[in-house]
Every structure is written in C-alpha cells, then in structure tokens.
C-alpha cells in the first residue's frame, strides 16, 4: 500500500512538471525575454528515390545576450509520409532529450515529436545553438517533399508564458534516377528535373566521378533539354560546375534549350566556378526569345518589329539549407567565351549582308555583331549577356545610315516595301532633301498605280516623258496635287513638311482613310507660320503621329523634309 501511494504521488508530481509544456500553445508569448530559432537543414536538398537522407535539428539564440538555461521545449516536424518514410533507429538525440513519431489525422503527413523537461530544476545552459537531434528520412518517390517545423516552442522555467521563436521549412525535391527523369542508369547518373521553365541538374557526390569521366571522353559536358516544353533556365549545383572546371580535358559546357544553345569555354567555366562559394549555390543558366512587348521604351524603339530578340543571362543562386533561395547575382562579363547559335529565317531576298546582328543595351544602343548563318541558325560568340537581335537590315548596305540614328527602323522599312531607293550603291543619304516629284512618286508606288511614263500632266514644268510624269499625272487627276497657281507643278523643288502633310492629307482621303482626327496646334511656338491651305491637313498629321514637333516644340512648316523624315512619316502612315 504504501509503495503505491510512493507511486502516484511520483506520477503526479512528474504530470505537474510535464503540465507547462503540455498547455504550451494556449500560453503568451513573450518578446522581451531570450528568442530562439529551430532550424531543420539536409544533407541533401536534391535526393533520388531510395535515397536517404540526413536531417538535422538544431536549436539556436536569434538574440546576442547572455547564455540561457533551458528548462522546457518541444519542437514537431511536419512530413509528407507518401514522399518521405522515417529510417527505424536513425534518431539520435541530444541527452535527456526524447523522440515520439506519431500519424496525423490527414492519413498522409507524420510529425516527429521532439522535447525536453528538466526534472530536476536544474536545467541545460544553452549557448550558441545546439544540435537537438539527427535523424534519415528515405526517399520513396519523385516530387516535392517539404520539413515543416509546426508546433515549436520554449516555455519559461515557472510555465507562466513562452518566448519568441522561430521556426523554418526544409524544401527537398526528390529525383528519379536517369537523365531527363527517365530510369535510373548507371551509365549517366546526371539527373535533371523540369521544374516549371526551369531544369534543374541534380548529381550526386558519389556519382561525380563517373560524370565526369564520360564528360571528359568527349571533351564536353552537353546538357539537351531542348525537347522539354517551355524550359529556358537550366540550373545547375556547385558540386558539379566545380568538378567540371577543374578537370582539364574539358573544354566546354553546352546547353541546349528549346530557344537557343550555348556553349562555354573552359575559361568561362572556371570564371562560374570561381564565384560559387557556398555549397548549396547553384549557376542558373537561362536563354529565351522575348517579344519586343517586353522590353523597355528605349530597347523597343531601337529594333524593328519583325526581329528576333533572344534574352541570354547567367547568374548565380544563393540557397540556405531549407532550399529557399537567398539571393541572386548576376554575371555579365563571363570571363570566356560564350558561343550562341538560335534559329532565324529569312525572308525572301534576305541575305547575310542584309541580315543585322546587335547587342542590345539597356538603354536602346545597338551594337553591331559579326556571325554565321548556317543551317538555318545565326552563330556568334561573345564574352557578355544580355539581348541579342537579329533583323532584315537593307540599310546595311548604305555606309551614311547610322543604326542607332532615329530613322533607321522607317528607312528599313521603305528600302523593305520597295518604296525608296538609296541615291546611290553605297548612299542613302538621310539628311538630303527630298523632291515633290519623289514623294508624290512614293505614294504612286504605295497605292500601286499603274502610270505610264509618257504621260501630259497639264503642268507646263513637267516633261511628259520624264521619270515621274506618270506619277504627277495620277495624283493630279485623283485630287492629291493641285500644283502652283502659275500652272506649273514644281517637280524638283524640295518638298516642305506642310506640303509633305497636305499631300499625304489628300492621299488619305483618296485611299478612303477617315481624316477626322485633330490637334490643337497654338501648341507649338511657330503655329502661326502654318499656311492656311495646310492648317487643316497639320492638324490632322500631327493628331495622327506621322508629324511630330522639332526642336523647342516648334512645327517648322517651311522647313525641307529630309529623306529620313519621308521614310518616317511613310511608315507611321503605313503602319497606321
């Protein structure tokens, strides 16, 4: 009798020690005491199927104070029990310190239970963090298997409330054996992953020596995933991009994705692995063709519509041991050379001395390019990352257009349509004046007329077997010139922007386009030198966007139009 009473006096006053932990989450917390921090971390964040790995379980001070005596804690791990099964008698603790696994209601997640409750009152001093245990989880299948510390706390020795605390996620994403995520092979242990755009490239230390040793039998490491939809980024570890640049019988790095492929040099090898510190860094490597939509306003007005612009980058991904990405850097300068092939079609007529190849810079600039054209494919090698465009370029063969000058886009597209020659072989000539014999020429051209070149225009100034007597003659007789009130046309006489814009006013109207459109133009300093047979039609093209304002915001409707501002107005009213 007496040795029972013993008894359940000892289990009641174990049950008042054990009551504090037990109520622990209906406690306050408080955030003027010591706060803690409990941080799972793997051996592995990237295992294959059957493999198991190592967690630890670490309890640390996230303030700088002094050491503190810990009396009571409880931490449980939440664990998805279809991706991840607990490895029998893995579990090593901390002394004093027990372990429980226990199924939750869900039927899919496990948690394991780990706590300490000090008996004797005494305590455990913690100072820095202190591994509370270690235990191996065994990969049963392929996805994305999460740690979750859910229910942690440390209460305070009197059980009156909690402290802060932290607690993280462990993000494991589990691999099938075999490249591309097909079966596991013992002749390419390099596994990689899709994982959204992104591929992701998984080798095992153990494994590092065989990949590498096939690698170097060809010279190459080639990575294709140029048949997986909608991949542009392949990802690859610290652990395999090291081992890569320090064998020396491999050359290159290749990439293929479904946009482009790129290959690197051994010296832009060792630049990437220089920069990989930690061991969960990774070398994000991405190529992708982008539309002109996602550019900035300066890179969209520098190309034309009709190029193709690829996006090249490579940076490097910090992780912390959770799988969770801590930040980003970007390489520009790869110190080595990069080779780049994509594809590109020509149109018809296009040929490599009318094709144009650029580095395009943040803010618009256009670098010419040299390249290959084979198969299909441009070819170019380069030492940076960024955009590459590639467009139909006739322009090309005139040595005075600049193609970062502000025409270049309308001249290509007039020399593109047919509508404008250059003066000469070599010549365009931007700056020079154009005629109204030309301009009314190119908007014959436009709509297609059928002239014939002997022609009587009525006008007393126009041969009617010159050039442009059919022309004149055409645009006479559909309302879109009227000529000088002298009778004569003034067919080499340089054209004036009001002119430019009564002409293309009548050509509108003669093509059916509705003329509505209006803008107020007491806007621009010199509006009172408009002519009053003008008016109407400046007000239109300036409402249109085929005139704008020149310098100070001024019209300048007297001035000469100049062969660059012909192409532009052309092609805002073609594309209008």
């Not at 992708?288 to 890179?299: A, F, G, N, T, Y």
């Not at 930040?327 to 300068?333: K, L, P, W």
Request: hydrophobic share 40%.
């Amino acid at each position: 009798m007496k040795k029972k009473t013993i008894s359940l006096l000892l289990a009641a006053a174990v049950l008042m020690l054990l009551l504090p932990v037990v109520q622990l989450g209906a406690l306050a917390e408080d955030s003027g005491g010591p706060s803690f921090e409990f941080k799972l971390s793997a051996s592995s964040l990237s295992p294959i199927v059957g493999d198991a790995v190592t967690v630890t379980l670490t309890l640390g001070r996230t303030d700088a104070a002094e050491p503190y005596r810990l009396y009571s804690m409880q931490d449980e791990i939440k664990y998805d029990a279809t991706l991840l099964s607990l490895v029998e008698d893995s579990v090593e603790t901390a002394p004093n310190f027990s372990f429980s696994k226990r199924a939750m209601s869900d039927g899919i997640h496990n948690k394991l239970v780990f706590s300490y409750v000090d008996f004797s009152g005494a305590g455990m001093e913690l100072s820095g963090s202190l591994t509370v245990a270690t235990f191996k989880l065994k990969t049963l299948r392929t996805g994305d298997a999460a740690l979750e510390n859910t229910d942690y706390k440390v209460n305070k020795r009197d059980g009156s409330g909690v402290y802060a605390s932290t607690g993280n996620k462990l993000s494991l994403t589990i691999y099938k054996g075999g490249t591309g995520g097909g079966a596991s092979s013992s002749q390419d242990p390099m596994v990689i992953r899709q994982s959204g755009s992104r591929a992701d490239v998984v080798v095992k230390d153990a494994d590092l020596g065989s990949v590498v040793k096939k690698a170097e039998e060809k010279g190459s490491v080639s990575i294709d995933v140029s048949g997986k939809k909608d991949v542009d980024t392949v990802s690859l570890p610290k652990n395999a991009v090291s081992a890569f640049a320090e064998s020396e019988k491999i050359k290159t790095l290749s990439i293929a994705c479904q946009d482009a492929t790129l290959t690197f040099d051994d010296k832009a090898l060792d630049a990437a692995a220089e920069k990989m510190n930690a061991d969960t860094d990774r070398l994000s490597v991405s190529a992708k063709r982008v539309q002109p939509d996602s550019l900035s306003e300066e890179q969209k007005k520098a190309v034309g519509g009709d190029a193709v612009i690829l996006s090249v980058s490579v940076s490097l991904k910090h992780y912390d041991a959770g799988g969770n990405e801590t930040g980003s850097e970007a390489i520009h300068e790869l110190g080595g050379k990069l080779e780049i092939s994509f594809p590109y079609e020509m149109k018809e007529g296009q040929t490599e001395n009318t094709t144009a190849l650029y580095f395009l810079a943040d803010d618009g600039t256009l670098t010419l390019m040299s390249f290959v054209y084979r198969d299909g494919k441009i070819m170019l090698t380069t030492e940076h990352c960024s955009y590459f465009a590639a467009e139909y370029c006739p322009c090309l063969a005139f040595a005075d257009v600049d193609i970062n000058g502000w025409y270049k886009n309308a001249i290509n597209y007039v020399l593109d349509k047919k509508l404008m020659n250059g003066v000469g072989p070599t010549e365009f000539k931007p700056g020079g004046t154009t005629t109204r014999a030309q301009f009314v020429t190119v908007l014959g051209r436009l709509a297609g007329a059928k002239v014939s070149q002997d022609a009587d225009t009525g006008f007393s100034d126009v041969v009617n077997d010159g050039w442009s007597a059919g022309y004149i003659k055409w645009a006479a007789e559909n309302g879109i010139v009227k000529g000088y009130e002298n009778g004569t046309f003034g067919q080499y006489d340089e054209i004036t922007r009001e002119q430019m814009a009564a002409i293309l006013y009548r050509f509108a109207k003669y093509q059916g386009r509705g003329v509505s459109a209006f803008k107020e133009l007491s806007a621009y300093a010199d509006s009172g030198r408009v002519s009053s047979w003008a008016r109407e039609a400046m007000s239109w093209a300036c409402a249109e966007g085929l005139i704008a304002g020149v310098g100070e915001a001024r019209l300048d409707p007297s001035g000469k139009a100049t062969r660059a501002q012909m192409a532009t107005i052309l092609m805002r009213y073609c594309k209008g």
